[in-house]
T-cell receptor, first 116, second 112 residues
Framework: AQSVSQHNHHVILSEAASLELGCNYS??????LFWYVQYPGQHLQLLLK??????LVKGIKGFEAEFIKSKFSFNLRKPSVQWSDTAEYFC??????????????FGKGTHLIIQP | NAGVMQNPRHLVRRRGQEARLRCSPM?????VYWYRQLPEEGLKFMVY????????ESGMPKERFSAEFPKEGPSILRIQQVVRGDSAAYFC??????????FGPGTRLLVL
């Protein structure tokens, strides 16, 4: 069974700082990778996803992530964060079993706080 | 296009009662997934359904929990004889053929 590890449970940054949130997964086969964000009081929203192709994926709100297959990693980055990026960030992976996508396996999340 | 709808948003039950959580997928989505989020934990997959079929229920507790996605109407997650440990946020997601899952706002269940 696959698992997802997010290295930092809490991250505090100042506005305009650069961000990198780590995500590693364990699964030997083909995976689909996702980052979701949950703003305070809101539900999960998709930030970006990787299915195949260019391993550098660009998402909404200036976020990007790079899939490094050899490292089983899918780290999330943003060059300059804003106060409105304060949220919980979840990395997730799913495998395709032929009958449709399997359920997502989530990391425990990273709580990002941006100080003005 | 309305997003994934879940109701109720908040549900309070006493121990031993039944809880029914509803999920209406986005229009055109035929795949529904249920997840549970316990305090300080990430989301845990429970069950994956297509219309009238349970595809994968490997994450469902063996007892008291059941799910359905009938031909007409919303998907239902049913918890019988609730216990305090069932208190959690329950999220539903739906997906189109490209497998990206879109989440609903969740139902927060509190068992007294």
């Amino acid at each position: 069974a696959q698992s997802v590890s997010q290295h930092n449970h809490h991250v505090i940054l100042s506005e305009a700082a650069s961000l990198e949130l780590g995500c590693n997964y364990s699964y030997g086969g083909t995976v689909n990778l996702f980052w979701y964000v949950q703003y305070p009081g809101q539900h999960l929203q998709l930030l970006l996803k990787y299915f195949s192709g260019d391993p550098l994926v660009k998402g909404i709100k200036g976020f990007e992530a790079e899939f490094i297959k050899s490292k089983f990693s899918f780290n999330l980055r943003k060059p300059s964060v804003q106060w409105s990026d304060t949220a919980e960030y979840f990395c997730a992976v799913t495998t395709y079993s032929g009958g449709g996508a399997d359920g997502l396996t989530f990391g425990k999340g990273t709580h990002l706080i941006i100080q003005p | 296009n309305a997003g994934v709808m879940q109701n109720p948003r908040h549900l309070v039950r006493r121990r031993g009662q039944e809880a029914r959580l509803r999920c209406s997928p986005m229009k055109g989505h035929s795949h529904v997934y249920w997840y549970r989020q316990l305090p300080e934990e990430g989301l845990k997959f429970m069950v994956y359904l297509q219309k009238e079929n349970i595809i994968d229920e490997s994450g469902m507790p063996k007892e008291r929990f059941s799910a359905e996605f009938p031909k007409e109407g919303p998907s239902i997650l049913r918890i019988q004889q609730v216990v305090r440990g069932d208190s959690a946020a329950y999220f539903c997601a739906s997906s189109p053929p490209d497998e990206t899952q879109y989440f609903g706002p969740g139902t927060r269940l509190l068992v007294l």
